[in-house]
């Protein structure tokens, strides 16, 4: 089936008759290859739920109502993209395929600008980013956890996690981001405020 696949599709000689195509027709012969199945089957899922999600932010585990384990195929192709692997499979039109429905490639990346805009939404409504660590925004980003944990890893106190980038840092400054414990720098606010009054 594998040999007959490949000479109709012009990958290896041999002959193929129309009488045979035929005959292998009328046994329900698939044409296509099947990494171009595996394609077709992933591409037409994660188009699905970009449709009905509005993104391709697919939890790891996700698997469709038919079967299709659609976060652990994007996952893969997110590795293969990053060691520049299975570029037969992967090509730069299917890449664009993916772009076109909102494929994210850096998962760290699309999860800290998400989390910065709810920063910067906060702020501009708040003038200040001296958000309580349990605040959760309109959308459901825990966005006081989240300040806390750029926090830890920007001053090395995380357990483990990358600290943000001195780009990601000076973005978070242009927005007021309180870099102390909050507990601290309430105490340090409040103090400025008994003196003033004192």
């Known amino acids: ?9 012009g990958l ?12 292998l027709d009328e046994i329900g012969m698939e044409w296509e290859l099947y990494t171009d199945l595996n394609w077709n089957k992933n591409f037409a899922a994660a188009k699905k739920y970009y449709e009905e999600n509005g993104s391709l932010d697919v939890p790891a585990k996700y698997v469709d109502e038919n079967g299709t384990a659609l976060g652990a195929w994007l996952a893969s192709l997110r590795r293969w993209e990053k060691v520049g692997a299975h570029s037969k499979y992967l090509t730069d039109e299917r890449k664009k395929e993916l772009e076109n429905i ?3 490639w850096d998962v760290l990346d699309y999860y800290w600008e998400r ?12 003038r200040n980013l001296d958000v309580p660590v349990g605040y959760v925004d309109d959308m459901g980003i825990k966005l006081g956890a989240w300040l806390s944990r750029q926090r830890q890893l920007h001053s090395g106190t995380a357990s483990r996690g990358t600290p943000p980038t001195e780009e990601q840092v000076k ?6 981001m309180i ?12 103090y400025e405020e008994a003196k003033k009054y004192s």
């Not at 089936?1 to 599709?9: F, L, P, S, T």
């Not at 989390?115 to 708040?126: D, H, I, Q, R, V």
């Not at 102390?180 to 105490?187: F, G, L, Y």
Request: hydrophobic fraction near 30%.
């Open 115 to 126: 989390n910065f805009a709810s920063a910067y939404k906060y702020y501009l409504e708040n």
């Open 12 to 23: 290896v000689e041999g002959s193929l008759t129309e009488e045979q195509i035929k005959k």
């Open 102 to 104: 909102g494929m994210i």
């Open 1 to 9: 089936i594998y040999i007959q696949r490949r000479i109709r599709n």
């Open 171 to 176: 973005r978070l400054d242009s927005i007021g």
């Open 179 to 190: 870099w102390d414990k909050q507990v601290d720098s309430r105490w340090e606010r409040n």
